[in-house]
T-cell receptor, first 113, second 110 residues
Framework: DTGVSQNPRHKITKRGQNVTFRCDPISEHNRLYWYRQTLGQGPEFLTYFQNEAQLEKSRLLSDRFSAERPKGSFSTLEIQRTEQGDSAMYLC???????????FGQGTRLTVV | EDKVVQSPLSLVVHEGDTVTLNCSYE??????LLWYKQEKKAPTFLFMLTSSGIEKKSGRLSSILDKKELFSILNITATQTGDSAIYLCAVSKDTGKLIFGQGTTLQVKP
């Protein structure tokens, strides 16, 4: 499978715990995006990378969220001190360069109890 | 503030019907408009539109962009139950960042 891969697919955590998600983009893609989607809404932009550089971070993203893309390959998204409002589907997408279509992974569904 | 608005938010039709989904946008530094289909999980890519007035087709689906009036439509002819999904419209800015609409939920009844 050469598509975008995300792990884990599902995560249930207690409020206050830290969680980390991983995204492996399509291998030659240099752009990587993170989005969050709640029920009944379209995906909401969180952050994106070009290679290893984080170029933009949503102002809606609190300082509990951090993302990395070491070596410009896979990326991780960490949420510290999770809150119930963090429950959502976290989607990763990659593209070859800007302005080409972005391909999405299957997402990680986070439930904070 | 960048905004993408889709209408209707939901739609119920019967197999064989034709549907038109709408997407209007107000986005600075527009580069392209994309349509995705989402069935329970990840959005899957349908079309990318960059030029006004040029229709893109794939089977029973077609889409067109009007950059003067800032909207796009997605048409599905002879709908099938397998077309039931959420259809997402997104505008790509010059940075590649996608701004999504809230989606149109389509239900096709047998």
């Amino acid at each position: 499978d050469t598509g975008v891969s995300q792990n884990p697919r599902h995560k249930i955590t207690k409020r206050g715990q830290n969680v980390t998600f991983r995204c492996d983009p399509i291998s030659e893609h240099n752009r990587l995006y993170w989005y969050r989607q709640t029920l009944g809404q379209g995906p909401e932009f969180l952050t994106y990378f070009q290679n290893e550089a984080q170029l933009e971070k949503s102002r809606l993203l609190s300082d509990r969220f951090s993302a990395e893309r070491p070596k410009g390959s896979f990326s991780t998204l960490e949420i510290q001190r999770t809150e119930q409002g963090d429950s959502a589907m976290y989607l990763c997408a990659s593209s070859l360069v800007q302005n080409t279509e972005a391909f999405f992974g299957q997402g990680t569904r986070l439930t904070v109890v | 503030e960048d905004k993408v608005v889709q209408s209707p938010l939901s739609l119920v039709v019967h197999e064989g019907d034709t549907v038109t989904l709408n997407c209007s946008y107000e986005v600075t530094n527009f580069r392209s408009l994309l349509w995705y289909k989402q069935e329970k999980k990840a959005p899957t890519f349908l079309f990318m539109l960059t030029s006004s007035g040029i229709e893109k087709k794939s089977g029973r689906l077609s889409s067109i962009l009007d950059k003067k009036e800032l909207f796009s439509i997605l048409n599905i002819t002879a709908t099938q139950t397998g077309d039931s999904a959420i259809y997402l419209c997104a505008v790509s800015k010059d940075t590649g960042k996608l701004i999504f609409g809230q989606g149109t939920t389509l239900q096709v009844k047998p």
